[in-house]
């Protein structure tokens, strides 16, 4: 007779029987020894009977919850595949909503090493911040050397002027400024990249938890 679940009523079952099983392996005793001249094993201290029924009953009892927890691994996996959910970015089935979330939080198989967004937006952030870096540096340079060229043609009385070599100077500075060359306007692309993202994991775990706890599954 088969047994209907709420997934998340499975998902909590899994995960007990995953300590309840460690736990009976850990305890179990099926195998001791006895000497020829006495009528009790060493270790539990009961006749060679008793001990056979409950090495046999342990043993047996393992087994029974590890296919209790196979069965329902494998309904959990079969209604993933085959339960969609919908997002504001697409729809996804359960499985792949489940496995998008782990990789953009750097939880999955490959670790971090599969946020890929994540490791482009840190670039990003970092490209710009060094680039921004470098064009303030090299402007300041270039104004220090501006400076120093008004000086040389005024000389220290700032009082006299000609316009036409100070003309030179700020050509010079035109044609030497440094600017950013910023083809995907990089801080908008950014703040969207992150709201895409922070909106999508809030999406995908919203969702994964109403739909465990709406879908039924059978064991």
Do not use: C, H, W
């Not at 402007?139 to 002027?161: C, P, Y």
């Amino acid at each position: 007779m088969s047994e209907r679940l709420l997934v998340t009523q499975a998902l909590d079952e899994r995960d007990l029987l995953v300590k309840k099983i460690a736990d009976k392996i850990g305890k179990a005793v099926i195998v001791d020894v006895i000497r020829n001249n006495e009528e009790t094993v060493s270790g539990a201290r009961i006749d060679k009977e008793a001990f056979a029924r409950q090495a046999k009953a342990a043993y047996q009892q393992i087994n029974d919850l590890i296919a209790r927890f196979q069965k329902i691994d494998a309904a959990i996996v079969a209604s993933n595949a085959n339960t969609t959910i919908r997002t504001s970015y697409g729809e996804f089935s359960v499985a792949g909503a489940i496995s998008l979330r782990a990789r953009l939080r750097g939880t999955g198989v490959y670790d971090k090493r599969a946020d890929f967004e994540g490791k482009l937006l840190e670039k990003m952030e970092k490209s710009f911040q060094a680039q921004i870096a470098r064009l303030e540096s090299e402007n300041r340079d270039l104004q220090s050397t501006a400076e120093s060229m008004r000086l040389s043609i005024l000389g220290k009385d700032s009082k006299v002027r000609d316009d036409k070599p100070l003309d030179v100077v700020e050509a010079y500075v035109r044609e030497n400024t440094t600017v950013l060359v910023d083809p995907l306007d990089i801080k908008k692309q950014i703040e969207a990249m992150k709201e895409r993202r922070e909106n999508l994991l809030r999406e995908l775990e919203t969702q994964i938890k109403v739909s465990n706890a709406t879908t039924f599954i059978e064991i």
